[in-house]
């Protein structure tokens, strides 16, 4: 069983179009956060949910929306899709809470996004 | 800041070399998290150290933090092309916030 799974594994989608990534974990973790990870392999956070709860939201663009519907759950949806979000996204959960100290990040596959 | 500095981002060696690369950090780090990520694939995790001064092994693998926790080393030895891949450090932040260094990339020649 994969513990934490994203779909599609990868879209290939011309500018201005709206896209979607979902992911899921099903290791009972509490966190559940998006990366984005660019052509130089920089890792940046973008979301944080806790037990459905948006805890971090790193500057990100309003055109990125994350939804989670459950704690187990956590989506993004992307609207008016610009050259520069060509990236892979990482889906991870962790079993850490609000506080300093976290477990470690498990993560999903990846999802690429290419951008027309 | 809340930053975590890993210079150079490449490094390549000949297969049977040791390897070693270093993560630091300005501020006092609470904790630090060890990531590989072979090519094509996703982040996962290695290591976490929380001690000052803690080292700790894995096989050919050994991590070090700094015993004023400001700076934390990963050792390879004697590589092989198994351990190719983006090494990546991480501190721990508030709200469980993660926040990656840029990683080496490592590649070994056989």
């Known amino acids: 069983d994969t513990a934490v799974s994203q779909t599609p594994k990868y879209l290939v989608t011309q500018m201005g179009n709206d896209k979607s990534i979902k992911c899921e974990q099903n290791?009972?973790?509490?966190?559940m956060y998006w990366y984005k990870q660019d052509s130089k392999k920089f890792l940046k956070i973008m979301f944080s949910y806790n037990n459905k709860e948006l805890i971090i939201n790193e500057t990100v663009p309003n055109r990125f929306s994350p939804k989670s519907p459950d704690k187990a759950h956590l989506n993004l949806h992307i609207n008016s899709l610009e050259l520069g979000d060509s990236a892979v996204y990482f889906c991870?959960?962790?079993?850490?809470?609000?506080?300093?100290?976290?477990?470690?990040?498990?993560f999903g596959e990846g999802s690429r996004l290419t951008v027309l | 800041g809340q930053q975590v500095m890993q210079i150079p981002q490449y490094q390549h060696v000949q297969e049977g070399e040791d390897f070693t690369t270093y993560c630091n950090s300005s501020t006092t780090l609470s904790n630090i998290q060890w990531y590989k990520q072979r090519p094509g694939g996703h982040p996962v995790f290695l290591i976490q150290l929380v001690k000052s001064g803690e080292v700790k092994k894995q096989k050919r693998l050994t991590f070090q933090f700094g015993e004023a926790k400001k700076n934390s080393s990963l050792h390879i030895t004697a590589t092989q092309t198994t351990d190719v891949g983006t090494y990546f450090c991480?501190?721990?932040?508030?709200?469980?916030?993660?926040?990656f260094g840029k990683g080496i990339t490592l590649s070994v020649r056989p």
């Open positions: 991870a959960s962790s079993q850490g809470g609000v506080a300093e100290y976290t477990g470690e990040l498990f």
């Open positions: 991480a501190r721990t932040g508030a709200n469980s916030k993660l926040t």
């Open positions: 290791l009972g973790h509490d966190t």
